[in-house]
């Protein structure tokens, strides 16, 4: 059993948490990860409503083992407009943790705390992890340049070392973890755990396409790139056909409007949307629209196993 911070915060046996990922994470993932001796989390976006969002609680309190833990992400700005419903949800069913992401944490952290619940904020930077610590968090998830999705800005070793220095709080690394060598890198840079989300793209109890999981497969580290076509801000996909068909960059309208300020929040919102909803199309159906969302750590994974087969390469 490994001795940090993170697996003292959770009570689990080894410090990972299975990453929250939208469309991919599910009930039975997390069982797994508990099964295996890690935490799981699932975006509550995931659910579409609150009575779903509930029955997911209740059915991981169900399955909660010694030495597994679970949680939610919640996103915390004014673009979730479920985000206070949701909050009230988790608090009345309770978690073992909340990761927050795009906004202020204080409302979430307040609430979380009274009723026991950790909570764990994604920052880029160390001016917002030191907000994040001012307003009472319990753990900061370092989210660096090798991560999945939207990503940092810094690398690993730099954002880990930077915030080790300056916080007082756990940090938990986000990104570039693929196998239990990059796991220990993380450590060894002074996190209290790792994040771990694109690896578990390709396990057996994921909800999304053979095609999504075999991508993970075939394609390694150097097919990831950054696209500003799904919502608005860069985001990491495999670099599919597809994608080299549509390009990378945001349409020569979307550019021009994005220099007006009073049309700049609504041109994100439409390619919000249009990008959502083509990563739900890709993730969910067959189509030759395949907008698949990973990280370059999916250079380890050469095959699809089960979520406890996952976590056995990545701890030993």
């Not at 976006?45 to 991981?60: F, G, K, V």
Request: charge should be positive; aromatic fraction near 6%.
């Amino acid at each position: 059993m490994m001795s940090v911070q993170l697996t003292d915060i959770l009570h689990i046996k080894y410090p990972i948490i299975q990453a929250p990922m939208f469309l991919v994470s599910n009930v039975v993932m997390v069982k797994e990860a508990m099964n295996s001796g890690i935490a799981g989390c699932i975006p509550a976006l995931n659910y579409r409503t609150l009575d779903e969002l509930q029955n997911a609680i209740r059915a991981l309190h169900e399955a909660k083992v010694e030495g597994g833990a679970f949680g939610f992400n919640l996103i915390v700005n004014k673009s979730n407009v479920k985000y206070k419903a949701q909050l009230e949800v988790l608090c009345h069913e309770g978690c073992d943790f909340i990761i927050t992401s795009l906004g202020s944490p204080e409302e979430t952290i307040n609430q979380a705390h009274k009723v026991g619940i950790k909570v764990f904020c994604d920052v880029v930077d160390l001016n917002y992890a030191q907000k994040v610590e001012r307003l009472g968090a319990d753990a900061i998830i370092a989210v660096n340049n090798k991560a999945g999705g939207h990503r940092g800005g810094m690398s690993p070793e730099n954002l880990i070392k930077m915030l080790v220095a300056h916080c007082n709080i756990p940090i938990i690394s986000a990104g570039g973890v693929g196998c239990k060598a990059d796991m220990d890198k993380m450590l060894n840079y002074g996190a209290a755990g790792v994040s771990v989300g694109s690896p578990f793209i390709a396990s057996e109890e994921a909800n999304v396409t053979e095609a999504y999981k075999k991508a993970c497969v075939d394609y390694g580290a150097n097919d990831i790139v950054m696209t500003e076509r799904i919502s608005g801000t860069p985001c990491t996909v495999i670099n599919t056909p597809y994608v080299q068909k549509i390009g990378t960059k945001a349409t020569w309208i979307e550019k021009l409007l994005n220099k007006n300020k009073s049309l700049k929040k609504w041109v994100k919102l439409i390619r919000f949307a249009i990008g959502m909803n083509a990563t739900k199309n890709a993730a969910t159906k067959a189509t030759y629209k395949t907008v698949w969302v990973a990280g370059p750590s999916i250079e380890h994974t050469h095959a699809i196993l089960p979520v406890k087969e996952i976590v056995k390469k990545l701890i030993s």
